[in-house]
C-alpha cells in the first residue's frame, strides 16, 4: 500500500477531513464516508478481477462526491476542497484504468 498513491491520498484526506468542526449530523456521516473511501481503496488493491477492483473503487469514489457535498454545504476550508478535488482525479483516473 505504501506505493498506492490515491490509497495514500485517500488516508491524508481522511486525516484532515476528521478535523473539521462540522454540526454532528454531517460530522458522524462525513466520517463515515471519509473512511469508506479508504476503506474501499484498501479492499479493491487487494481484489484479483478488475472488475471487483473498478466496483470498490467506484464505491470509493461515490463516497467522496458525498464528502464533497457536505464540504460545500458546511462551507469548509478551501484547502479541502483543493485536496478532495485532487482527490476526485485519482480516483477517477483509477477507476478508468482498471
Given at each position: 500500500m505504501k506505493n498506492f498513491?490515491?490509497?495514500?491520498?485517500?488516508?491524508?484526506?481522511?486525516?484532515?477531513?476528521?478535523?473539521?468542526?462540522?454540526?454532528?449530523?454531517?460530522?458522524d456521516q462525513f466520517k463515515r464516508a471519509a473512511s469508506s473511501i479508504v476503506l474501499n481503496l484498501a479492499e479493491g488493491s487487494g481484489r484479483e478481477s478488475p472488475n471487483d477492483q473498478r466496483k470498490l473503487y467506484r464505491i470509493a469514489f461515490g463516497s467522496l462526491r458525498e464528502c464533497q457535498a457536505i464540504i460545500t454545504l458546511a462551507e469548509l476550508d478551501d484547502s479541502l476542497v483543493e485536496l478532495s478535488?485532487?482527490?476526485?482525479?485519482?480516483?477517477y483516473k483509477l477507476i478508468q484504468a482498471t
Open positions: 498513491r490515491t490509497y495514500n491520498l485517500s488516508v491524508a484526506f481522511y486525516r484532515r477531513a476528521t478535523t473539521m468542526p462540522l454540526a454532528r449530523h454531517l460530522n478535488d485532487k482527490l476526485a482525479a485519482h480516483l
